[in-house]
């Protein structure tokens, strides 16, 4: 077994896992505590009435609210299910609160002299309103009653109690951020799942590509930071800090593998001799664990080398390059998924009509519907269904643009194609390779196909339709920016993150027919070929359209996801990425991006790291981040296949602080 050990819960010493009214010692903490991401920690009540409290064993008592409801007031669950949004406001946002809810949780780190110590921190739920005044009770109130040895923290639970403690002194309510707390924490789950398989440990780059054998199926690749090109094995562990939106975590969740960061990996290795060794690998969301195997197991390949996404046939007849506003959902199958989604983009932002509000209409026992929640989001009265559709449409419509651009379909690429013997030829070698299972051939057979998309001459006719599809920002000399849009990507299933080519440095026509060609030639490199092949996608079936776009300078771009992609079972929040400049410096890894998550239900948000940053957003900005989030889910109703489909959203905020959304496809989840 590795020095990664799964954890379980101490087991409570009372009856019936509470202690009311005590101090509460380190032993008794040990006695009644549980696990949560590797931290022990309970469950603390504050009665304010009865000026008492009770220390809860979360074995036995999984919820706050259900505890006070039964045990203190008498009620049964039936009563307390009928009026549950009534009963979480008296308890979670009324001023005048009766209680006070919380959770404790133990930590180490270093003291100057590298001394392990101890200490406690406090918090309340991510929705909880506490304003200064009842923090700063809720936190006396503990600190009275806890071993004075352990040195006790406040942790803000959303911006709002960030924003409340800034009238309040450090001395009088010491405190940590998130960020601070976890920012360094050896072990971070990024996808959730199991595998067993070999590890392949590589100490850098070179060590990478030159890995012999190569990697298959059934290994789980370790190293400082993923490649974007890996290819698809059995799971991934890192060493260095990367996000949940990471490419490399896109295709973890779209290939449902494991990925975690793990921090002391080369330590491990060494120690336990991992390299090469048969592991049993899990990752979930408050645990990753890695234990080494006796001998290697009799697997079966996995289902996904039975995997077959259908596409629909493109259509290949001749149309014109059409400005994006004017495509809609259907028009993929000629101008691709990325181009087609942009065109329904701008109908729902300008029609108004779509019923964006379908997510909150599913039920979420023992509620009907969040349909209350989501009013209260937008601010407007709970009235009927159709006024609130269109509160939530005006919403996005203000919050919210969709890039101009013209979208080249796909008939352009087709006579390209055509129109040369070699590039026939070169198709003809790489399909009869696949069907031969040629995998030694393929990267030379790509490469070259590759070199010759770039490198051969238009037809005059493309040309000239290329050329006049964006007239006036080319005669201006406008910087262009040139985006794939295949109709293999962008799918339920696969994503495609990060496999085709965008060129954002365009000027002039002679720039744009190469980086035209180059988006196409992007279409059979060796990654994307392998990919799509073991997916079940036939290269006959494959084509690629071309967004061109006038460039906009960003002050903050980034990416948000329509889920909480390390905890499946949370509906409320929405994920967010984002960094000064332009997103792809979030996409492609270039720089650690700020992270957040945003409730879309009860409201609020919290910073969970920091990035390169080293500083957090203003608040103002991060108040924006939010009406954006909820835009993303509002979306989510209207993109998903189903209402509760999350989304993949790829964002800008120009430097006039409006914001503008360039890509929207499914998330793997």
């Known amino acids: 077994m590795s020095a990664i050990t799964e954890s379980a819960a101490a087991t409570p010493h009372s009856a019936d896992g509470t202690v009311v009214g005590e101090n509460l010692s380190l032993p008794l903490f040990r006695t009644l505590s549980g696990v949560l991401a590797g931290h022990p920690y309970l469950k603390v009540v504050v009665d304010r009435a009865e000026h008492t409290w009770h220390l809860l064993d979360t074995a036995v008592h999984p919820f706050h609210v ?8 008498g009620m049964d669950l039936e009563q307390l299910d009928a009026r549950l949004d009534a009963f979480n406001a008296s308890v979670y946002t009324d001023p005048d609160r009766r209680f006070l809810l919380g959770v404790l949780s133990l930590h180490t780190d270093e003291d100057r002299d590298s001394r392990e110590r101890s200490f406690l921190v406090l918090e309340t739920t991510e929705a909880d309103t506490m304003d200064a005044g009842l923090l700063t009770e809720f936190y006396t109130f503990v600190r009275e009653r806890v071993d004075g040895r352990l040195p006790l923290l406040l942790k803000p639970a959303n911006h709002g109690q960030e924003h409340e403690l800034t009238s309040v002194s450090d001395a009088r309510l010491p405190r940590i951020l998130s960020h601070e707390l976890f920012g360094n924490r050896p072990r971070t789950p990024l996808n959730p799942g199991e595998a067993v398989g070999r590890l392949r440990y590589f100490r850098d780059a070179r060590e990478y590509r030159a890995a012999a054998p190569p990697l298959g199926w059934s290994d ?27 490419h490399t975590n896109v295709l973890a969740a779209g290939w449902g593998i494991p990925n975690a960061i793990v921090r002391d990996l080369d ?3 060494e120690t336990d001799r991992l390299d090469g060794a ?4 899990r990752v979930r969301e408050d645990d990753v664990s890695l234990a080494l195997l006796d001998s290697a197991p009799a697997l079966e390949a996995p289902t996904w080398h039975q995997q077959r996404i259908r596409l629909q046939p493109p259509l290949l007849e001749d149309v014109p390059a059409l400005a994006l506003h004017r495509l809609r959902h259907a028009d993929r199958d000629r101008y691709g998924t990325k181009a087609a989604n942009l065109g329904e983009l701008h109908h729902v932002l300008d029609s108004r009509t779509a019923d964006l509000t379908a997510f909150y209409g599913r039920a979420r026992p023992p509620r009907r519907d969040l349909y209350g929640y989501l009013a209260a989001r937008l601010d407007t009265p709970l009235g009927d269904a159709a006024t609130l559709r269109q509160e939530a449409a005006e919403f996005v419509a203000s919050t919210v643009a969709a890039p101009d651009g013209v979208a080249l379909p796909f008939a352009l690429q087709h006579r390209f194609l055509t129109s040369s013997p070699a590039i026939q030829q070169g198709i003809g070698k790489l399909k009869m390779a696949l069907e031969l299972g040629a995998a030694d051939a393929l990267d030379s057979l790509c490469l070259d196909l590759q070199h010759l998309v ?3 001459p238009m037809p005059d006719e493309v040309t000239r339709r290329i050329s006049q599809a964006f007239p006036a920002p080319l005669a201006a000399g406008s910087r262009l920016v040139v985006r794939s849009s295949s109709n293999a990507e962008d799918l339920p299933g696969f994503s495609a993150a990060g496999v085709y080519d965008s060129i954002t440095t365009v000027r002039g026509v002679g720039e744009l027919l190469d980086a035209v060609r180059q988006v196409w030639a992007s279409l059979v490199s060796p990654r994307s070929v392998r990919l799509r092949h073991q997916s079940g996608i036939s290269l006959d079936d494959t084509y690629m359209g071309v967004i061109i776009q006038e460039y906009v300078p960003a002050e903050l771009g980034g990416v948000l996801v329509t889920c909480n992609p390390t905890k499946r079972e949370d509906f409320r929040n929405v994920y967010l990425n984002c960094s000064p400049g332009s997103p792809e410096k979030v996409v492609d890894g270039t720089v650690l991006p700020l992270q957040y998550l945003y409730n879309t239900v009860e409201g609020g948000g919290r910073t969970v790291a920091l990035g390169s940053a080293g500083e957090d957003l203003p608040a103002a900005t991060r108040t924006r981040l939010a009406h954006l989030a909820l835009t993303g889910r509002l979306l989510q109703s ?6 509760g489909d999350p989304l993949d959203i790829e964002w800008l905020m120009t430097e006039r602080g409006d914001f503008r959304l360039v890509q929207i496809r499914p998330y793997a989840l």
């Open 66 to 73: 259900n505890y006070v409801a039964t045990r203190v007031l």
């Open 220 to 246: 789980i690749v370790a190293m400082d930071c993923l490649p974007d090109d890996v290819p698809r094995v059995a799971g991934f562990i890192n060493s260095a800090p990367i996000t949940p939106l990471s």
């Open 278 to 281: 048969w592991v049993r690998y």
């Open 638 to 643: 209207h993109f998903g296949a189903e209402p």
């Open 454 to 456: 770039r490198h051969t």
């Open 267 to 269: 330590r491990l290795v």
